[in-house]
């Protein structure tokens, strides 16, 4: 699968673009690559979807700063329309609005499919989101892991196949709004005529009446059912960090489009590890014979026991840095490292040999307190500064 393009790059705006300006490059690039333009062109209709998606993302105030913090990670892997069933049709009926018209009247084109502003202005009815929060631990969220969930969603009745009647001949076209979903009103204003469209109260927008309705799902289309949902959580996610997986909500009446499963990150406390960023923090307690004398130190890590050197004399707050043992970046590029900051750990009770042991060093030259050489220099510096 080919890599996909930065969103910014296919509207052709950056990341600084106002919300008007991204819509304003949406219609040029949705034109420009329009089906009706281009009939029989596989590359510009690939190009037309890409838009839709980039302009589905960017468009979003939350899934834009998701995008822009994670890059395509953030958007799970399934951001988009390519990523999980939307149809041409989808298109159409999210963003017709910004060409004026139904589905897609772009400016006198016939629309794609049967889907022109001049014919059916009824919208694609779409089902509704599921949101679910999933807990990860710290393993999980440094390798990424494949997560299975039963949820109870809606889908189409298996009796009536979601037409919501006992057979076909109990659907009737709306009288109404004669099985476009709308209905027309014009009212007479100052500055002349003006035509407005909503849809059909006598069906709901669905274009059709049901004169027998299915017993299982009262008319609806739609039931209630669990399904085991399995997909991929990328590694370097955090926690509030939310992905989406499409497709994968509740079905929607009349055969409709499905919405979307939505995977809130719960991040669990690690037992042993901090996280920081994408930086990892263990906090190790040595003695002060092994202080002095140096050691060899087994840690924790994401990948296992890690054996680090204690050199001869390390002081108290010390941090040693192990490059890469941190948690990957979300967008794959670069790992954190793992810190680990050493603590003496000084002994609140003596028996009468230790006591003895240590009053024989206490005047030692050795164990005096003094700075370090770089801190003497430091002092020195100052100190001709202000001579």
């Not at 926690?239 to 079905?251: D, E, F, H, R």
């Not at 050691?295 to 840095?321: F, H, M, N, W, Y």
């Not at 050493?342 to 206490?362: C, G, N, S, Y």
Request: net charge positive; aromatic share 8%; with cysteine.
């Amino acid at each position: 699968m080919a890599e996909k393009r930065d969103y910014y790059e296919v509207l052709g705006v950056d990341k600084n673009a106002s919300a008007d300006e991204i819509k304003k490059a949406y219609r040029k690039k949705a034109i420009q690559y329009h089906p009706d333009k281009n009939p029989g062109d596989k590359v510009a209709e690939e190009k037309f979807k890409e838009a839709a998606e980039a302009y589905d993302v960017l468009s979003d105030p939350q899934k834009k700063a998701r995008y822009d913090q994670f890059g395509h990670a953030g958007m799970g892997g399934a951001g988009g329309f390519n990523a999980g069933g939307f149809s041409m049709e989808d298109i159409f009926s999210q963003f017709g609005d910004i060409f004026g018209g139904g589905f897609g009247g772009f400016g006198g084109f016939s629309g794609f499919g049967g889907f022109g502003g001049g014919r059916s202005q009824r919208r694609v009815p779409r089902g509704s989101d599921i949101r679910i929060k999933v807990k990860l631990n710290l393993a999980e969220i440094a390798h990424g892991v494949e997560k299975t969930v039963k949820i109870n969603k809606l889908v189409q009745c298996p009796d009536c196949n979601g037409k919501g009647a006992v057979s076909s001949a109990d659907i009737k076209t709306c009288d109404h709004c004669h099985g476009t979903g709308m209905v027309t009103k014009v009212t007479q204003t100052i500055l002349g005529q003006m035509q407005t469209s909503s849809p059909c109260p006598y069906c709901g927008g669905e274009g059709k009446k049901i004169t027998n309705p299915c017993k299982k799902c009262s008319g609806s289309g739609l039931v209630k059912q669990a399904e085991e949902i399995t997909f991929k959580i990328p590694a370097g996610v955090q926690s509030g960090m939310q992905l989406t997986i499409q497709g994968k909500g509740n079905a929607a009446k009349s055969g409709g489009v499905n919405g979307n499963l939505l995977v809130v990150i719960e991040e669990e406390e690690d037992a042993l590890l901090q996280r920081d960023g994408n930086d990892l923090i263990y906090t190790l307690y040595i003695s002060v014979p092994d202080a002095i004398q140096g050691c060899t130190a087994e840690i924790p890590s994401v990948d296992g026991k890690l054996k680090i050197k204690i050199e001869p004399g390390t002081q108290p707050g010390k941090v040693l840095r192990i490059r890469g043992k941190g948690i990957m970046d979300v967008n794959g590029y670069t790992s954190g490292d793992l810190l680990v900051y050493v603590q003496v750990w000084i002994p609140k009770k003596l028996d009468k040999e230790e006591r003895a042991l240590f009053e024989k060093f206490k005047n030692s030259p050795s164990f005096a307190p003094a700075p370090e050489k770089e801190d003497r220099n430091f002092f020195e510096r100052i100190r001709k500064m202000f001579s």
